[in-house]
């Protein structure tokens, strides 16, 4: 049984097409069911039912791409860390970011891991809500930054990080840029710039219940952006107001753009730390501490 065997088998499994998964992994067709066959031949099970241009699992394939998924993110892991050590590192974090956050509170809780374990490694992985919790499942990920309120997991803890106020970004020549604060009825009013509701899922998620929360039928939408970056540009450009977390906004400035606060009474949208439910790391551990203290600060 061979690693690269086991890689074209789960490219099969998530595309069901055998042209599709060889196109995937510039290889020939023949070449990638030869492979498949010959695993099939070594376990002596059926991993796929083949239909006219179409496969899918079996039962035993289903079971086999569990434990697949769990070995290649054992050997990734085992072939990163011996590449850290290599350089120096002692240790090795793994941290997903979501919802496209770049918050001023990652900045300084990655300046200070730099500087209190510089023999640490962390590497920071951009992912949606969804692929940040199977990444979790399948021992991928060390621990997770989303601003998704949902997605209670089996086998999986979240805890507020640091909280932040929701602000609108608004194009300097708006109706709404003469106010100080802007009500959510009006704001519903004109069109909207929002997160997507798939690749930036928490940020969303967090705009979805504001409304909901306040009554306010869902907004007029201009534009779907993955983060704030990309909001702010079409803001700019003038195409509606943008929702948004204040000290993301901050990181943006464009000259026709004005930041105004919510008249309503809403609470701050928390940043969540997510990570499995179980011992930690002595890194994870420390990380964890850093990321309280930076909560605590802000309070």
């Known amino acids: 049984m061979k690693i690269r065997q086991l890689q074209y088998f789960l490219v099969a499994a998530e595309e069901q097409s055998f042209t599709r998964s060889a196109n995937r992994v510039h290889i020939h067709q023949s070449a990638l069911s030869r492979a498949i066959k010959e695993l099939e031949e070594e376990l002596g099970v059926q991993l796929f039912e083949r239909g006219k241009g179409r496969?899918?699992?079996?039962w035993s394939g289903e079971v086999f791409r569990e434990d697949v998924r769990c070995l290649l993110s054992f050997l990734n892991h085992a072939r990163t860390r011996t590449k850290a050590a290599e350089h120096g590192y002692r240790g090795y974090l793994r941290i997903a970011l979501t919802d496209g956050l770049a918050q001023p509170q990652l900045t300084e809780l990655l300046e200070i891991c730099r500087a209190e374990e510089p023999l640490t490694e962390i590497r920071v992985l951009e992912m949606t809500v969804s692929e940040m919790i199977?990444?979790?499942k399948f021992d991928q990920i060390d621990?997770?930054?989303?601003?998704?309120?949902?997605h209670a997991v089996e086998g999986q803890c979240k805890e507020v990080a640091w909280t932040d106020r929701l602000v609108f970004a608004i194009p300097s020549h708006h109706p709404l840029a003469a106010r100080?604060?802007?009500?959510l009825s009006e704001a519903a009013m004109h069109p909207m710039i929002i997160c997507h509701p798939e690749r930036c899922e928490g940020g969303f998620d967090v705009i979805d219940h504001v409304f909901r929360n306040a009554r306010i039928p869902d907004p007029l939408v201009a534009a779907y952006v993955s983060g704030h970056e990309l909001m702010m540009m079409f803001v700019s450009a003038g195409y509606g107001i943008g929702p948004a977390l204040e000290s993301q906004v901050a990181l943006y400035s464009h000259s026709n753009v004005v930041i105004r606060g919510i008249r309503d009474e809403i609470e701050e949208a928390a940043t969540f730390l997510v990570r499995l439910a179980r011992p930690s790391s002595p890194e994870l551990e420390r990380f964890i501490v850093r990321v309280k203290k930076i909560g605590m600060k802000i309070k």
Do not use: E, M, N, Y
């Open 55 to 58: 496969i899918r699992l079996t």
């Open 180 to 183: 100080d604060k802007v009500p």
């Open 143 to 150: 621990a997770g930054f989303t601003i998704h309120s949902g």
């Open 134 to 136: 199977q990444a979790l």
